[in-house]
Every structure is written in C-alpha cells, then in structure tokens.
C-alpha cells in the first residue's frame, strides 16, 4: 500500500499538468517555428484545423483578438499561402477561412503522430477511467476559460488615442470583410445571370 498522502496526490497532479501545459508549449513552439509563424497565428491555424471552415468574426471571438487583429493575422497566413477566404456553400453572402491543402498535409505530419500516441495510451484504460478523465480535462477547460476572463478585465484601460485607433482599424477590417462578401455575392450573380441568359439562348435557337 502506498504512502503517499492525499495532500501528496494532489501535489503531484498539480505539478504534472503544470509540466504538461510546459510541455504543449514546448510543442506549439517547435510548431512555430517549422511554419514560421508566431503563437497566434499558429493558434488560428489550430482552430481552423480542428474546428473546419470558420468566418473571421468566429475566429475573433475564439482567440480573443479584435476583427483589425484578426484581419492582419488572415493576411499574413494567406501571403504564406497557409489560409484562403473561401465563399460559404450554405450562403454565398459570407466569407469563410479555411487552411490550405498543403497546410493541412504539414500539420497532419507535426501533430498528427502525437495524435495517434495519445489515442493508443488512452486506449488503455476501462471506461470508467476514461470518463474520470474526460470529465477531469472538461472541468479543467472551464477553469481555464473563467479565469483567463477574470484575468483579463484586470488589464489596465487603455488611452484615448489608442481606443480610437484601435476602432479605426476594426472598422476598416470589418469594411474589407464586407467588400469580399459584396464581391463573392456579386460574383455569383455574374454566374447566375450567365446562366440564365445560356438557358434563354437555347431556347431562342430550339424555337
């Protein structure tokens, strides 16, 4: 029987995930590096990755930038040629970003082997150990998230003059955002309109 004590097992849990958070950063900034990019590009690129197709604005709210940031961030991976706006299929009014193919084929290749490692350990363990954990990880994320919250209301304001280009810049990027989703609509009405005046010619020539 072990004699390690509770306080003990607490200890050591709590030393381990910080080591784990340590080791995940060690992780993301290998990443970094082979994509050349910085943390919070990689970080946009790991939502698109896992989370699929996302506009700008849920991208924002995901990673806590505003659309001025989020629009400076979408154009460097789209110069890197990591990221591309792509129209939504379910309407084309709306722009969404998407990573890239060959995007998608490195970050298999760096992330998807510690993947496949992860599942095959947690494979090890009987249901019900797996239902302790996740609901361990779950409650962990929502500790996470309230207190990067609470952490965050606690940043100094900032000044006037940077409030104010601050919102000159999110205008302009929401402006940008709107131009490309007037241009994918007006797009597909070109294409329609095409269409359409094929489908008269046609019948002009069977009549």
Not at 74 to 95: F, K, Y
Not at 111 to 133: H, K, M, N, T
Request: glycine content about 6%; proline content about 3%.
């Amino acid at each position: 029987m072990s004699n390690e004590s509770r306080d003990d097992l607490v200890g050591q849990i709590g030393r381990a995930i910080t080591e784990f958070q340590e080791a995940t950063n060690a992780v993301d900034d290998a990443g970094s590096q082979v994509f050349g990019l910085n943390r919070t590009d990689l970080r946009c690129m790991g939502l698109l990755f896992t989370r699929g197709p996302l506009t700008a604005g849920q991208l924002a709210e995901a990673t806590d930038l505003s659309p001025g940031a989020m629009t400076t961030v979408l154009d460097r991976l789209e110069r890197a040629g990591l990221a591309h706006r792509l129209a939504d299929p379910d309407d084309r009014r709306r722009v969404l970003v998407d990573i890239t193919p060959d995007a998608r084929d490195q970050g298999e290749r760096l992330y998807g082997p510690i993947r496949d490692e992860g599942v095959a350990r947690l494979l090890r363990y009987s249901d019900q150990e797996l239902r302790l954990i996740r609901d361990f990880v779950r409650a962990g994320i929502e500790l996470q998230e309230r207190h990067a919250a609470r952490i965050r209301a606690l940043a100094p304001p900032q000044d006037v003059r940077t409030v104010v280009r601050n919102a000159a810049r999110d205008v302009k990027a929401v402006a940008k955002e709107a131009k490309a989703d007037v241009k994918a609509a007006a797009k597909e009405a070109k294409a329609a309109a095409k269409q359409a005046a094929r489908s008269v010619s046609v019948r002009s020539r069977r009549t």
